[in-house]
């Protein structure tokens, strides 16, 4: 069987930062407006007053101090509350592949690797800003790839299910060496006008060069020892927007439906425990300690989340440097959160050390990658 390692990564991250005081005080404008707008209502009992967000309760609840997005103007603007993305001709680039690209240069070039080495190109991310063509051909073709490219989605779990994906077509002979982009534009489908999750979300790109170790020339690599995919429907994460909105009755209206919507609570309460069972369970499987595992890479959603599961899986309080969260900068990327935890510290991984790439989300879906520090 063909070993596969990680050799390159890569994180675009958007110019513009919204931090939580500018978020609270656009937010606090709207409710303003909206409850001056709808006073009679609100007077006559038939309508209930928005009420303020606030930023400690944002970090504290969160871990979130800021997030990064590809337009701050259409979010802050309180008569607007979405991003304003500019309509783009059909023959340039879109926003989704020109992040992807910026993110696969890193990946690439940290990989040692020429585009002509490259055999496929999957772009995994929650949304894609169309049907079709797949953004993973037109980044195929921006880079001059040769080969195959094609678009998945598992929310949260794009990039460890696309891993999954990629290393098993690398072990069966498809491919010597794959790109996988996670291009995550949250702030498109984040309803930034409810204040139970305006806080969430951030933008950002992220890239992993994955090939077989004969070919690897990377002074950084990690083998991939073994991954492992579980999804459970829920509806506690969900999101109606779809291309068949303009045949269902009030398909045009402005719903919010239509947007993120979730049951965080109960995806709290429901996710953890999934996680860090299914984590333990992985590692024993495949004959490791839980508690040898260096560090984990885990899905950057809520750091409490990720305390539980950290402690649940090490029977300790990990140390920071053990379970790093980069939640406070970006927020919650969706798929890219684990990759840019992954990415911005494992530079100090010796060899042999092992770790865990972890994502959960959507679905429910649940994406495990064991990884070996080898070069
Ligand atoms: N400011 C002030 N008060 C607030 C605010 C706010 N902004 N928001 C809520 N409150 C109030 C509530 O009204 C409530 O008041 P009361 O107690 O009087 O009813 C109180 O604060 C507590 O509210 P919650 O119970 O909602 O607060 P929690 O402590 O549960 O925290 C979280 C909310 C942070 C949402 C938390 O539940 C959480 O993080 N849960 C896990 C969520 C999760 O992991 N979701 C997965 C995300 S999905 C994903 O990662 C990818 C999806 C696909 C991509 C989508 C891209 C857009």
Redesign the pocket.
């Known amino acids: 069987m063909r070993q596969v390692v990680i050799s390159g990564t890569g994180v675009f991250t958007p110019d513009e930062i919204i931090t939580n005081e500018e978020l609270v005080a656009a937010f606090n404008k709207y409710v303003d407006q909206q409850n001056e707008l709808h006073a009679d209502a609100i007077a006559a009992g038939e309508r209930e007053p928005l009420e303020y967000?606030?930023e400690e309760?944002?970090y504290k609840?969160?871990g979130i101090l800021q997030r990064y997005v590809m337009d701050k103007s259409g979010v802050l603007d309180p008569n607007q509350m979405y991003p304003s993305l500019r309509q783009r001709d059909d023959d340039e680039p879109g926003i989704m592949a020109e992040m992807a690209i910026k993110a696969a240069s890193e990946a690439l070039k940290s990989a040692g690797k020429t585009p002509d080495q490259v055999q496929a190109v999957i772009c995994a991310a929650?949304n894609h800003e169309r049907a079709y063509p797949a953004i993973a051909i037109e980044i195929q073709d921006a880079l001059g790839i040769d080969g195959f490219g094609f678009d998945m989605n598992v929310?949260?779990s794009s990039a460890t299910f696309g891993i999954q994906a990629a290393s098993d077509m690398i072990r069966s002979g498809s491919a010597d060496c794959i790109l996988i982009v996670n291009p995550e534009i949250?702030s498109g489908?984040?309803e930034w006008r409810d204040?139970?999750?305006?806080?969430?979300?951030g933008d950002v790109c992220t890239a992993i060069v994955l090939e077989t170790q004969e070919t690897a020339t990377s002074d950084n690599q990690f083998e991939i020892l073994s991954t492992r995919c579980l999804t459970q429907f829920s509806n506690n994460?969900r999101n109606n927007n779809g291309f068949l909105r303009r045949s269902r009755p009030s398909g045009t209206d402005d719903r919010r439906d239509m947007q993120?919507m979730?049951n965080?609570?109960l995806?709290?309460k429901q996710?953890v425990p999934i996680v860090s069972d299914m984590v333990i369970q992985h590692c024993q499987d495949e004959g490791i300690d839980p508690t040898s595992l260096r560090r984990m890479w885990l899905h950057q959603?809520?750091k409490s989340?990720n305390d539980f599961i950290g402690r649940k899986v090490l029977g300790r309080v990990p140390e920071p440097q053990e379970q790093p969260n980069i939640l406070q900068d970006y927020a919650?990327t969706?798929s890219a959160g684990s990759i840019i935890a992954f990415s911005q510290n494992n530079q100090d991984m010796a060899a042999d050390d092992l770790g865990i790439i972890c994502s959960f989300?959507?679905g429910y879906s649940v994406g495990n990658v064991i990884v070996r520090k080898t070069a």
């Open positions: 967000s606030n309760f944002i609840a969160s929650s929310a949260c949250c489908h984040l204040r139970d999750c305006h806080f969430i979300f994460i993120f979730q965080g609570r995806v709290f996710v959603a809520n989340m919650n969706s989300g959507a």
